[in-house]
């Protein structure tokens, strides 16, 4: 089996910090021709010190603003997911009962059979526990 490059395994982190590099580049380039600007139009001195402390300034509130909260938004609710968090398994279990529950209704006599072929056609993963109750006592 061939092993894939690095830069292949990790294109989308690569191509993401190309542009947030040449993003912080770009920020910084065009924020000290703004303050060379801003310091001869009012006659103060050109001080890196000074555009240094105002760069970071408004990196570290660009950073708060934006970057933190999409961190935590995509970060958090994928770790979430990964995690099993109930949050994450309500939404298919509940739709997954309501649906069966439509079948059942709609159909007593064939519900259980036509559930049944459902399952077995998508893999028969039925994470509803009451009709996965019912399924393994048909069985036995």
Partial sequence: MK???ILKLYGFAWVTAGFFLISLIGHWVF?????????TQFGHPIEFSNYLVEMMRDTLENWQSEFLQLLWQVGGLAFLLY???PQSKEGDDRMEAKLDA???AVDPKNAEKLIEEIDEEYSG???DPR???????NKQ
């Avoid at 924020?31 to 310091?39: D, H, I, P, S």
């Avoid at 009709?131 to 006592?137: G, K, L």
């Fill in 83 to 85: 995690l099993g968090s």
């Fill in 125 to 127: 993963r039925h994470t």
């Fill in 3 to 5: 092993k894939k490059s």
């Fill in 31 to 39: 924020g000290w021709f703004a303050y060379v600007n801003e310091q």
């Fill in 102 to 104: 439509i079948l059942a």
């Fill in 131 to 137: 009709w996965a109750r019912r399924e393994r006592s």
